[in-house]
């Protein structure tokens, strides 16, 4: 597809920010690709510059919510060349959301090259200091003009960037996060194991509440009971109680299988490092938290990679994790996962696909 890529470069590049202020998302890159899909077919493949669309008021994303999206990363490796971190799982993960939304999944070829030819038009973007990337936003919606509930018969697959820091302020100091116990934001059989845009809005009432008493993140639990542990808003969560780390399992489809979910679990495996995917429940981390077992929690996800939760509490319960300190293996997974990306270390999982 690369050949058939239509491009537009800007004649009014953007302000970059120093790194130092970047923070997530707050910047965007000077281009941005867009394909469009009509009558089975996807056509036009473009990078242009950076800008709002056109879209009638009657498209059904914005009546019917067809919109999902994916985020990963871009880095500047030690050698200077570009490293783009797990992009074939992103393509596959998003071909899987936009089947359960009835849009047209985008072939995995074409996503990869969109990537790859977006990134190097906007290379100059990626920041080299260890902790930062470019994020890419890629991102599906049903564009098509009616008023009827169904799919949509027309979509606009887009690709945005934008250079980022630390997805906390506080950079790798632990975050305090809110048991949300009445507040639900996946059932079993919906939404919650896709990166549907439905699934951020019924998170924000919580997350507002829960920033508004101090807590950077919403701990999710189950629909059903109100007593399983499911993600943090923006993360997988994982807990390490004696000697081994425990995270929620996937089967019920209420969970989003994360890349850098998929890292920590292989890369304890390789550590040799006991670690379970099953149910466990808020009452058993606070039996474990009050026998002293419970070492350290963190969090996984592309935008903070290991976020070490410091305090976990609720109307219920009130934990404080390992004196509010980040604990011994949630840095060294930090280390490890950050290593690879900038190639600082050998990638022996071939998560990292070098651009040249």
């Known amino acids: 597809m690369n050949s058939e890529i239509e491009i537009t470069k800007t004649k009014n590049p ?11 998302g707050k910047y965007f890159a000077d281009h941005m690709f867009t394909l469009e899909y009509d009558s089975g077919v996807w ?13 009638e008021p009657g498209a059904s994303v914005f009546h019917y919510g067809q919109a999902m999206f994916e985020g990963m990363k871009a880095f500047r490796g030690q050698s200077g060349k570009i490293h783009l971190f797990r992009p074939e799982f992103h393509a596959k993960r998003i071909a899987t959301g936009a ?21 190097k038009i906007d290379e100059a973007w990626i920041p080299s200091e260890i902790g930062s990337a470019l994020y890419l936003r890629p991102t599906l919606i049903g564009t098509e003009s009616f008023l009827g509930v169904r799919p949509s018969e027309k979509y606009l697959f887009f690709i945005i960037c934008s250079p980022v820091g630390a997805y906390y302020s506080g950079g790798f100091s632990p975050v305090k996060i809110w048991i949300e116990e009445d507040h639900v934001r996946a059932a079993p059989g919906g939404l919650g194991a896709i990166k549907a845009a439905a699934n951020y809005a019924a998170s924000l009432q919580a997350s507002t509440l829960a920033k508004k008493k101090g807590y950077s993140q919403v701990l999710w639990l189950d629909a059903t009971e109100r007593k399983y542990v499911e993600e943090v808003g923006t993360m997988n969560v994982f807990f390490y109680i004696g000697d081994e780390v425990i995270t929620p399992q996937l089967n019920d489809g209420t969970i989003l299988a994360g890349s850098t979910r998929d890292c920590v679990l292989q890369i304890l495996k390789n550590w040799n490092i006991p670690v379970k995917e099953r149910k466990i429940s808020i009452d058993e981390i606070a039996s474990a938290h009050k026998a002293g077992t419970l070492k350290e929690v963190f969090g996984s996800g592309t935008a903070a990679v ?51």
């Open 306 to 356: 290991i976020s070490s939760v410091g305090e976990l509490s609720g109307d219920k319960h009130k934990m404080i994790i390992n004196n509010f300190k980040a604990g011994e293996l949630t840095q060294r997974l930090h280390a490890e996962i950050s290593a690879i990306q900038h190639g600082l270390k050998a990638d022996p999982y071939n998560w990292v696909k070098i651009l040249s």
């Open 99 to 119: 089947t359960r939304l009835c849009m047209p999944a985008i072939p995995e070829d074409i996503f990869l090259e969109a990537i790859e030819a977006l990134v």
């Open 14 to 24: 953007r302000t970059k920010a120093p790194v130092d202020q970047l923070g997530f």
């Open 43 to 55: 056509k036009n493949p473009k990078i242009i510059p950076y800008g709002p669309f056109l879209m």
